[in-house]
């Protein structure tokens, strides 16, 4: 897998240290709330909905933190107005880097981004520089010990995905967002977990990083995904295993 897959393994593991902080409860909420505000609180007519209160429930969230977000959402609850921006631009070696955030203050938001970035040696761009080498693709994550890899690959194809990659601890799925659910229902349905499985932004190509350049970017990628604004952060660097596992252990 190339290193922007490898980091996302990376974060899911964190993310059971942000869990135990209440800090993925509070990022979950939030987009609770604005799907609700967006489509209405009801998770049968609302597709986007009902996939965060599942994501919701994987992280342990109380049915209450749930419902409460859903009622901020439609109105039912009083609470703080949030927007959804995508902030951009360039980390250490020309790494693309996209960060979506949902913000009750654009400026305070881009100004704090902007002093992160130039921290660690990068610096933040204009709407648009990067965006345009990524495009949406379903990913799920299946831990290796769940299956084979060739009868894995038989339920994923002919349930409509594009590809799959693996290394020694996990596989990836790639589908079209369109083929998404259906391949996951898929791999329920034969009874295999999933670590992960979402639609994001994958890059066209990457950019191959090394020393002094992919610790900076890996300390980058962290201190963004790690601001309470940021909900996603996608990049398109590539950085070697024995890297990745030193982060990965620290």
């Known amino acids: 897998m190339s290193g922007h897959s490898k980091w996302h393994n990376i974060r899911i593991k964190k993310a059971r240290v942000d869990q135990q902080r209440g800090k993925i409860f509070t990022k979950v909420a939030r987009e609770i709330i604005i799907a609700a505000r967006d489509g209405g609180g009801d998770p049968e007519s609302n597709a986007r909905?009902?996939?965060l209160i599942q994501k919701a429930r994987g992280v342990s969230m109380p049915q209450e933190n749930?419902?409460?977000?859903?009622?901020?959402?439609t109105g039912e609850l009083p609470g703080?107005?949030?927007d959804e921006v995508t902030y951009?631009?360039?980390g250490p070696g020309g790494v693309a880097i996209m960060a979506q955030a949902l913000t009750d203050n654009r400026n305070r938001t881009v100004s704090e981004l902007r002093s992160t970035f130039s921290r660690h040696g990068g610096n933040l761009g204009e709407a648009g520089c990067v965006a345009w080498m990524f495009h949406p693709k379903g990913v799920i994550i299946v831990p290796r010990d769940q299956i084979e890899e060739d009868a894995l690959l038989e339920i994923v194809l002919d349930a409509g995905a594009e590809d799959l990659r693996g290394d020694s601890h996990s596989y990836d799925v790639t589908t079209r967002p369109e083929d998404f659910e259906r391949v996951k229902a898929a791999l329920t349905a034969q009874g295999i977990s999933m670590?992960?499985?979402?639609?994001?932004?994958?890059?066209?190509?990457?950019?191959t990083i090394t020393g002094r350049e992919s610790e900076q970017t890996l300390k980058?990628?962290?201190?963004?995904?790690?601001?309470?604004d940021v909900q996603r952060v996608y990049a398109n660097f590539d950085i070697p295993e024995t890297v990745m596992e030193e982060a990965a252990a620290a």
């Open 195 to 207: 670590e992960s499985a979402e639609v994001t932004m994958v890059p066209q190509s990457t950019v």
């Open 80 to 82: 703080v107005q949030y």
């Open 66 to 73: 749930i419902t409460r977000a859903i009622q901020r959402g």
């Open 49 to 51: 909905l009902r996939d």
């Open 88 to 90: 951009e631009g360039y």
């Open 220 to 228: 980058l990628m962290e201190t963004l995904e790690d601001h309470d």
